[in-house]
């Protein structure tokens, strides 16, 4: 089996779960981290356990690295991107990965042109009670879906010069967690938002949204989205259908599915546990199987879906009040 080498750009505290994910993953290894502080890129390889240690230009031009993971703030998710696929490197970046439909198109077309793999980090995608939930929908157990309830939010405490609140560094609730809501809706659907209605408040002092709420049409469905980082909600999935309904508790995050009929059988959990506890394996090893089959893309987070999502964030933030 060829060993995916990866390499990481940003020295953030999710890159840490990402690098424990790569060590639980057959045929991955970690080569390498950056950080724009030495220091910090050295306290965060001794920490993690990492070979060695580059700045960013460094290590996008290192022939020992087949794919960048990018955890850097998002508003340098785009230049970190294009500097990654411009020296030859498969990329994975965190979510948000774009903050405009303009920007994620940008990307995926040189991806393109360079023959590379690009996906954004849409780890709950890949979640086993998000797959279960999926096939559970797709084998018409639930019937015709008719309506879904997502919510998601936090109480936030950051000091207002910190990403949350941060305009500089791509702040506010959409950026950061609307984006779960958003993708793993439109993946249990399996097809787009086709309209939206929006409500946002924005923070009266830095003007990032703190809370949105948002009325999103499918095709024959409609789902009402929560999101905050001035609260902590209660945060769940719920997709109702003509034949039942299916709930997932902490969906982004979560272990667990259940199925309730509408019928007289009894509801059907099914729960999940994930190795080392790192839900991030499931993604970093469909990375390393896609990029070893010579993939451009995983068909769990195809270029579409980032594109959409951030035609949604035009859609919504551009409406801020």
């Known amino acids: 089996m060829k060993i995916i080498r990866f390499g990481i750009l940003g020295a953030a505290n999710i890159a840490g779960k990402f690098v424990d994910a790569v060590n639980r ?17 050295e306290a965060f390889r001794a920490k993690n356990g990492i070979p060695s240690a580059d700045t960013y230009e460094s290590l996008v031009k290192r022939d020992d690295i087949d794919v960048i993971y990018i955890a850097t703030t998002q508003n340098m998710h785009k230049e970190n991107v294009i500097m990654c696929l411009q020296n030859g490197k498969h990329v994975i970046c965190e979510k948000a990965m774009a903050l405009t439909e303009a920007d994620a198109r940008e990307m995926f077309a040189l991806a393109k ?68 809501a958003i993708e793993v809706l439109t993946y249990l659907f399996n097809r787009p938002i086709e309209d939206i209605q929006s409500f946002v408040r924005t923070h009266p002092q830095t003007g990032v949204d703190e809370r949105c709420a948002i009325l999103a049409r499918f095709d024959s469905a409609d789902a009402l989205i929560d999101v905050s980082v001035t609260s902590n909600v209660k945060q769940f999935i719920v997709i109702n259908g003509t034949k039942g309904r299916i709930e997932l508790p902490d969906f982004h995050v979560g272990n667990t599915a259940t199925f309730v009929p509408f019928s007289s059988d009894a509801p059907e959990s099914a729960v999940f546990s994930y190795p080392g506890d790192n839900g991030f394996v499931f993604e970093a090893g469909e990375v390393a199987s896609c990029i070893r089959d010579g993939k451009t893309f995983s068909e769990v987070v195809p270029p579409e879906t980032t594109i959409e999502c951030a035609k949604i964030f035009d859609l919504v933030l551009g409406k801020k009040n």
């Not at 057959?26 to 890129?41: D, H, P, T």
């Not at 941060?166 to 779960?180: E, K, R, S, T």
């Open 25 to 41: 993953t057959e045929g991955a290894c970690v080569v390498s981290v950056a950080s724009r502080s030495r220091q910090r890129a």
């Open 113 to 180: 042109e360079k023959n590379l793999f690009l996906m954004e980090a849409m780890w709950s995608r890949f979640l086993p009670s998000i797959q279960t939930a999926r096939k559970w929908i797709e084998d018409g157990r639930i019937g015709t879906i008719q309506s879904a309830y997502a919510t998601i939010g936090f109480l936030c405490n950051q000091p207002l010069t910190g990403r949350i609140f941060n305009p500089d560094l791509g702040g506010g609730a959409m950026y950061d967690i609307g984006v779960y």
